[in-house]
């Protein structure tokens, strides 16, 4: 099932629950949401090879499985707290203030990375190089200004720069932009937007439609390495009360990561299969084989965030490790 609006999802799973109560939460169902993109490429293996199912059955459970395509981190975060949604997906930093916003009461916590991969912040004015070399008349693409992944990424950097004080320094020139629509702008030039925070496959279509497009500096520079892109995150009151359920999920999505890394043409047929992708069948084995691309369920960095907007006063908790805000399942796994 995919709701691609969040009127319609939340309206018919709230009519669900109000004819079923508990409907939500019985052992072998669970209803999970991801976003657009290659980044959620881990989620498309699960669902075209059924894998939740399958381990599942291992178990003796029939589990439903519902998807659903929702667009941007808060209509997903609303989703989950309504009890509309058992799993979300989205950027570490909005899984962070999730958990923060939610410790001692739905205690939001992580399920598992969906990969390592870089985002680039790219410009089309040949006078920016560095982060330092933006100025008042730049403007900067991003898909949440001021509080998604690419914004709080900047953040880190610019607070390195410029001191803490001064870490929303370019919120003042970002402006909120679907990935596409800035793309599309960064390619032809000559609009406000000469800069764009971008993920795959964005970045790499940018860099080869327009000679100008350069890349001013990557997310795994500034957190010091690769780093996990998307999370999947849900409440304490699933996880405990679905053991069977949540475990099938995570032992697919473990399955998922392990077909991509053997069958990296398969999963790039998969991605444009279950997405019903328009993008060159070429580029998307390019993105899955591109090395700085890895998708594991094991989080990478995630504690340079949690550790970072923590000291910058964006989380009120401070965690003292990735452990803090994963459920233990992940724990098998080594990550940081």
Request: charged share 20%; net charge positive.
């Amino acid at each position: 099932m995919i709701m691609r609006t969040k009127k319609m999802f939340l309206g018919g799973l709230a009519l669900s629950m109000a004819l079923y109560p508990g409907l939500s939460n019985a052992e072998g169902k669970i209803s999970i949401a991801q976003q657009f993109g290659i980044g959620y490429l881990i989620l498309d293996v699960v669902r075209d090879q059924q894998l939740i199912e399958k381990h599942g059955k291992q178990q003796g459970l029939d589990i439903k499985v519902e998807w659903a395509s929702i667009s941007g981190a808060t209509a997903m975060n609303e989703a989950l707290l309504a009890g509309a949604l058992d799993v979300v997906s989205a950027g570490v930093p909005p899984m962070l203030t999730m958990w923060d916003r939610t410790k001692g009461k739905q205690n939001v916590k992580a399920v598992a990375a969906l990969g390592s991969l870089p985002n680039y912040l790219l410009s089309n004015n040949p006078a920016v190089k560095t982060i330092k070399d933006f100025g008042p008349k730049d403007r900067i693409a991003v898909p949440a200004a001021g509080v998604g992944f690419q914004s709080r990424t900047l953040q880190i950097e610019t607070a390195r720069i410029f001191g803490k004080d001064d870490f929303k320094r370019f919120d003042n020139i970002s402006v909120s932009l679907a990935h596409p629509d800035a793309t599309a702008a960064l390619i032809a030039g000559g609009s406000e937007i000469n800069a764009h925070f971008s993920s795959a496959p964005f970045y790499y279509q940018a860099l080869a439609s327009n000679k100008d497009v350069h890349k001013v500096i990557s997310s795994y520079e500034i957190l010091g390495g690769p780093a996990t892109f998307n999370v999947l995150y849900t409440t304490q009151k699933f996880h405990d009360e679905n053991p069977k359920t949540y475990k099938a999920f995570y032992v697919a999505l473990l399955e998922a990561s392990q077909f991509i890394k053997a069958n990296k043409d398969k999963a790039a047929d998969t991605f444009i299969r279950v997405q019903k992708s328009k993008l060159d069948p070429q580029l998307v084995r390019k993105i899955v084989e591109d090395p700085e691309n890895d998708f594991t369920i094991s989080p990478h960095r995630t504690f340079v965030y949690a550790d970072e907007l923590h000291k910058l006063g964006v989380l009120k908790n401070k965690a003292s490790s990735w452990k803090d805000y994963f459920f233990e399942e992940a724990y098998a796994q080594p990550g940081s």
